[in-house]
C-alpha cells in the first residue's frame, strides 16, 4: 500500500508541474503570446495602450489592469498587451517597430484598442475602448458583448472543416465576409480555395473569389514593388471573361490603378484600360468617376518635343 501510494504521490506532483502557472501579467511579444495560446488552446485578449502619453489607456491601467483583472482573465485567455509608446527610453527600438506592425496589421486607430481572438487564432471582436470602460467590472461586461460573435465564429469554423464541394464554398464565403478586410489575407489558402469549389459559378462564387484572389497577388507584389506585375493580376482577370460586368470593370480599374502607380506605364495604356472599365459597364455608378479620372489624366499630359524641351 505504501508503495502504491508513493508512486501516486510522484505522479501527482509531476503532473502539478506540468501544469501552466496563472497568468499574472501582460505578454508584451505577440508573437510569444501567439505559441502560449496555441499550448494551453486558449484564446487571446489582445489589448493595446499608449502608456506614456494616451490618457484612456493610463486609466485602464490604473483602474482596470489589476492582480483581480488577471485573475479573472487568465482562466480563459492569453492576456497580451502591445504598448505603442512615444518616450524612445522606454522599450527598444526592434520592439517598438513590432509593436507599431502589430497594430499595423490589426488596424488599430485608436488607444486603448480590445483585439479578441479564438484558440485558433480567429478575430472575433475588434474595437477602441470606451472610457465607460473604466472599472474591472465595466471592462468584462464589455467583454461579455462579444461571446456570441465567438459562438458564431466557432460554429463556422466547425462548418467549413465538415462540409465539402459548393456547402464548403458557401461555407467559406460567410467565414471570409465576417472578417475584418484588413484579416483576410490570413485566410489566403481557404480564399484560394473557393473558385475550385464552385467551378461552374453556380452561386457566383467563382468569379468573385477570382478577383480576391487577383488581390491577393497583388498585395505580394505591392509590397515587392513590383507594380507594374500586380496590376497585371488584375488585367489577366479582366480579359479572361470569367467576371460580371461590374468586377470586370473594378478589374480593369485596379490593373489601370497599379500601373498608373509605377510610374512606369505610358498614359495613353493606362487610359485604354480605363475605357475598358468603362465599356465593361457603362451603367455602374462607378464610371462616372472613372471617365472623370481619364480627364484629370489626360489635363495632366506633358508633351515632350525631339529637343526635350517640355512643350508650354
Same mark, same amino acid.
Given at each position: 500500500m505504501k508503495r502504491k501510494i508513493a508512486a501516486f504521490s510522484a505522479a501527482l506532483i509531476m503532473l502539478l508541474s506540468g501544469c +501552466?502557472?496563472?497568468? =499574472? +501579467?501582460?505578454? =508584451?511579444?505577440?508573437? +510569444? +503570446?501567439?505559441?502560449?495560446?496555441?499550448?494551453?488552446k486558449k484564446g487571446i485578449m489582445l489589448v493595446f495602450t499608449g502608456s506614456d502619453w494616451n490618457d484612456p489607456s493610463k486609466t485602464l491601467i490604473t483602474s482596470v489592469f489589476t492582480d483581480q483583472f488577471f485573475a479573472k482573465g487568465a482562466k480563459d485567455f492569453v492576456m497580451c498587451n502591445i504598448d505603442i509608446v512615444q518616450d524612445e527610453k522606454l522599450m527598444s527600438a526592434d520592439q517598438a517597430e513590432k509593436n507599431y506592425k502589430v497594430a499595423s496589421d490589426f488596424g488599430v486607430q485608436a488607444l486603448p484598442y480590445l483585439v479578441l481572438l479564438t484558440s485558433e487564432g480567429d478575430m472575433y471582436g475588434s474595437a477602441a475602448i470606451g472610457e465607460d470602460v473604466n472599472t474591472l467590472e465595466a471592462f468584462y461586461a464589455y467583454l461579455d458583448t462579444y461571446k456570441d460573435a465567438k459562438a458564431q465564429l466557432v460554429d463556422l469554423k466547425k462548418k467549413i472543416a465538415s462540409s465539402k464541394g459548393i456547402e464548403r464554398a458557401k461555407n467559406i464565403d460567410i467565414f471570409i465576409e465576417s472578417m475584418d478586410a484588413s484579416r483576410r489575407p490570413s485566410y489566403s489558402a481557404m480564399i484560394r480555395e473557393v473558385p475550385d469549389l464552385d467551378p461552374d459559378n453556380a452561386e457566383g462564387l467563382r468569379e468573385k473569389y477570382l478577383l480576391q484572389v487577383a488581390y491577393l497577388d497583388a498585395v505580394d507584389l505591392y509590397q515587392q514593388q513590383k507594380l507594374v506585375e500586380a496590376g497585371d493580376c488584375f488585367l489577366t482577370l479582366a480579359d479572361s471573361g470569367s467576371l460580371n460586368a461590374s468586377r470586370t470593370q473594378e478589374a480593369y480599374y485596379m490593373g489601370a490603378y497599379m500601373n498608373a502607380m509605377s510610374g512606369s506605364t505610358d498614359n495613353d495604356k493606362v487610359i485604354a484600360w480605363l475605357e475598358k472599365a468603362i465599356a465593361a459597364d457603362p451603367e455602374n455608378p462607378g464610371s462616372e468617376q472613372i471617365k472623370a479620372t481619364i480627364e484629370q489624366i489626360k489635363s495632366q499630359a506633358v508633351t515632350v518635343p525631339a529637343d526635350g524641351a517640355a512643350a508650354q
Open positions: +501552466a502557472k496563472a497568468q =499574472t +501579467a501582460w505578454i =508584451t511579444d505577440y508573437d +510569444a +503570446a501567439k505559441e502560449t495560446a496555441t499550448k494551453q
